[in-house]
Structure formats: C-alpha cells, structure tokens
C-alpha cells in the first residue's frame, strides 16, 4: 500500500498527473512541444520551402555565400589564376512568437498533461498562420525582411493580364524571367489556394499540360513548369497583394528554437478575440482563463533578387 501512494506522488512529482492551477508558468512538456513544431512544418508554407538553421540560442551568426569561386582555361605550362569566394556574415535574431488561447476555468483542475494534448493543433494552427502571413506577405511582423518585400526591393514584380494576349502560363513565365534576369533560378511556387483553379488548366503550346499532381507517399505534391507549388492554405496570404511568388527559397533562412513556454492568463482582455456581445473578450468578467503560449522564431532573406511576384489583375500600389 505505501509502496503504491509514493509511486503516484512520484508521477504527479514529474509532471504526467499535475493539475494546471499547479504549475501556472513553465515549459511544454518535450514531447508535446516537438509534436507542435512539426505540425507547425507541416501547416506553415515557408517551413517547408526555406532553408532550416538550428538554432540553440536566439542570435546565430551563419556565413553566406555572396559570389563563388571561379574557374580559368589554362594553357600548357601556365600558372592555373585563383580566385576566392565572396562571403557574407547575417545575423538570424528569434523573435517571439505568442498565442492565447481562452479556456473556462474548470481547465485548471485537468491534468497539465492533457490540456496540452487537447490543445496542441489548435497552438500549432495559430504558430503557422501567423509565421507564414509574416515571413510571406511581411504581414504584422517583426522581422527586416520577407519574401514579398524581397521581390518588390529587387523589382521583380509583374501584373497578371499586364500584357494583351498574355495568358496565366506566359504571365507565370514572365515572373520567372523576372527572376532568371537577375541570374537566379526559380525552383518553387507559393501562390493562395484559390489560384489552383485557374492554374490547373494551363497548357503549353502542343496542349501538354504545365499543372501536374502527383501523390508521393501518401500526399499530393503539385507542380507548375515542373517546379513544386505550395500553396497558402491557412488564411495567411494577403491576395489583394500577390496572387502567386517565384523563388529559390533556400535563398531565405528560418530557425526555431525547440522549448515553448506557457503562462496562465486571469485577467487579460482579449482585444483580438470578441465575445457574444461583439467586445473583446474579458477573461475575468467571463469566468475564464487564457494559456498563452510562446516560442522563438527567427527568419532572413539572404537574397532579395531570388523572388519574383506576380501581382492580381488590376494591381495598383498603394
């Protein structure tokens, strides 16, 4: 009998059993925080097109290759010329990342254990949504750079049915030459969901078609000129913008850092999220509780003409 109450004392000592009203403040448990991080790449467009960076403080100085080594014709008996690669040093800085979510109160008296798991996609969701509307359409963010911005700074913008007799396709074609001028090469798509209908269609001029889907283990990957495509599917692009945006991603960098921390939440207004009466909503004066969760992420545009974006018909800058 003894031996069986000080095995449970020893579990709710470790965390599996505490009640959240307990630990009002901390980290996720490892577990839980490393399964919304890859939900967080699996919803998020950017995580799965930018080049990852680990990351185990929030600054990290990474070198970038500006201009390459050359190579020289040599003669017989000539001295072979030598030349040195241009590099750059950059500065990724995490920034953080918050979402709260409200919950009644009686949340508190539940294993902290199991308010995460019931709350884990729901975390992730809010992550990936607002990394993407940031780090794509430079929506609300924090960071010096992103990859819509990075288009337009390089002038690689064009202005779909710009050109008489332009269709989609030669539109599409027009955004890349944008990007092969300035002696980068497109290798992926970005583009918003409702953009795939007219997409779908598009043939070259022997009637082939240029949108092909294919399922590889389990999940369909399009693709537009045999580039992949991805597409926006969690309310982060902004479509009075850009209906779709041609890259080499990996000429942008994105790191995360592993821990994502809690805190419980009594008696904040929420001015972002409306109560029945239309107000923010009131944790308080609703008998309710927010878990706030945070995470540090970090993002970088290494080259701004390697993106290209074309523009939706009728474009005009604000």
Known sequence: MYKSKMKMNLQRFNGTGAQLSNELTGLIPEETSNEIIKDVIRGSSIMKLAQLEPM???????????????????????????????????????????????MTKEALNRAKIDVFEELKPHIAEAFYTKLDAATLMGTDSPFATNILSAAVNAGNEFTRGSVA????????NSVMALVEASDQEPRA????????????????????????????????????????????????????????????????????????????????????????????????????????????????VVKESAFGVLRPIGYVAS
């Open 165 to 172: 007799g332009q269709n989609l396709a030669d539109d599409v």
């Open 189 to 300: 798509f970005t583009a918003h969901f409702g953009l795939k209908a007219s997409l779908r269609g598009l043939k070259n001029s022997n009637g082939d078609p240029l949108y092909l889907s294919s399922i590889r283990d389990g999940v369909t990957e399009d693709s537009l000129y045999s580039l992949p495509i991805e597409y926006s599917r969690n309310g982060a692009w902004d479509k009075t913008k850009a209906d779709l945006i041609a890259g080499d991603y990996k000429k942008s960098r994105i790191g995360i850092l592993q821990n994502i921390e809690y805190e419980i939440l009594k008696e904040a207004t929420l001015q972002n999220t409306l109560g029945a009466d239309g107000k923010p909503l009131s944790l308080a004066e609703q008998d309710m509780v927010g878990l706030k969760a945070t995470f540090q992420v970090a993002f970088l």
């Open 56 to 102: 185990t403080t929030a600054t990290k100085k990474i070198p970038v290759l500006l201009d390459g080594p050359g190579a020289y014709w040599v003669g017989e008996g000539e001295r072979i010329s030598t030349s040195k690669p241009t590099w750059a040093q950059v500065t990724l800085t995490a920034k953080k990342l918050a979402v709260i979510i409200p």
